[in-house]
């Protein structure tokens, strides 16, 4: 007699939507995999544009790449964790074998397979992850420890253009989750932040912005009245094509602009300006966790006010439709 399936609930993508379903498999795990029960689960930009279709992906699949939560069962290699352990998991799956893997740059993996849009994610009661993408995240709450893997992609900004001189001026587009997490940043390391956004301002301000913008009053003339010149460094932190145009009007000549969000519409962004006025343009995306687990242990990045609100898996469009409104900042499924 066949063992008998045991069954989970999920939110499953199909292409045009998702769907709730309780007849998804409990996934198998090969001998370094780890099953983890699913705490906490972060709706992502990524996750928005997959739903809108502006972001193509393998389906049917499940979402999710922003989750912490328990161990529950690993794989009879697994070494580093136990059933129980408090945990989070990077995004990227690589395969050890590459120029990339190899020379320890492995979000650049040539057969990097992503969780939550290559392999199915964490808006489910259970995801299984390979015990190398794994992190304890000590006593760090489960909700607050969803911000881990948006929090080391801003760690990664810096990592991939570091702010050299003490006297700079960073403008960060975008006052979302990940814009509040780069202000957090920029303060922490002691250099003038400017934040241009739609809307949580007053939260950008109370979280160190030297100075908050609306991106509807004119952000240009304010940025120039305030740096004569125009900024060191812009962070262009929401992923579409108009902000990326406002980063070219912001940032001074010989300055950087860093892509930091996905854009899922192609840009008709005019490179000559690039040329002309010898700007940098770097892009960066996923980052170092150790960092991240680190700063939100010792409460040098605050993410609580962040949380806008919670919802049960089975309210998983309700959520959906909460994390598009401008008010909100930070969705978390609790499955």
Known sequence: MKPKKILM??????????????????????????LIKVKAAGICGTDLSILKGTYQIPVPRVLGHEFSGVVFE?????????????????????????????????????????????????????????????????????????????????????????LQESDITVVIIGAGKLGL???????????????????????????????????????????MDETKIGADVVIEATGTPESLDLAMSLVRSRGTINLKSTHGIRSMTDLTQIVVRELKLQGSRCGPFPPAIQLLQEGKVQVKDLISA??????????????????????????
């Open 181 to 223: 997490l780069l202000l957090q940043l920029v303060k922490n390391k002691g250099r003038k932040a400017i934040i241009v956004g739609r809307s949580h301002l007053a939260i950008a301000k109370n979280l160190g912005a030297d100075l908050t913008i609306s991106i509807e009053k004119d952000p240009v003339k304010k940025v």
């Open 74 to 162: 690993v794989g009879k290699k697994v070494t580093e964790f136990r059933v129980g352990d408090r945990v989070t998991s990077e995004i990227n799956i690589s395969c050890g074998s590459c120029y990339f893997c190899k020379t320890n740059q492995r979000t650049q993996c040539t057969a990097v397979r992503a969780i939550g849009i290559y392999e199915d994610g964490a808006f489910a009661k259970y995801v299984k992850v390979p015990q190398s993408n794994l992190h304890n995240i000590l006593d760090i709450p489960f909700e607050e420890a969803t911000f881990i893997e948006p929090l080391a992609a801003a760690i990664q900004t810096f990592e991939m253009a570091p």
């Open 310 to 335: 919670t919802f049960p898996l089975t309210q998983i469009q309700e959520a959906i439709d909460a994390a598009t409104t401008s008010e909100n900042i930070k969705i978390i499924i609790l499955p």
């Open 9 to 34: 609930l999920a939110a499953v993508y199909d292409g045009k939507g998702l769907t709730l379903r309780e007849d998804i498999a409990l996934p198998k795990l090969k001998d370094t995999d780890v």
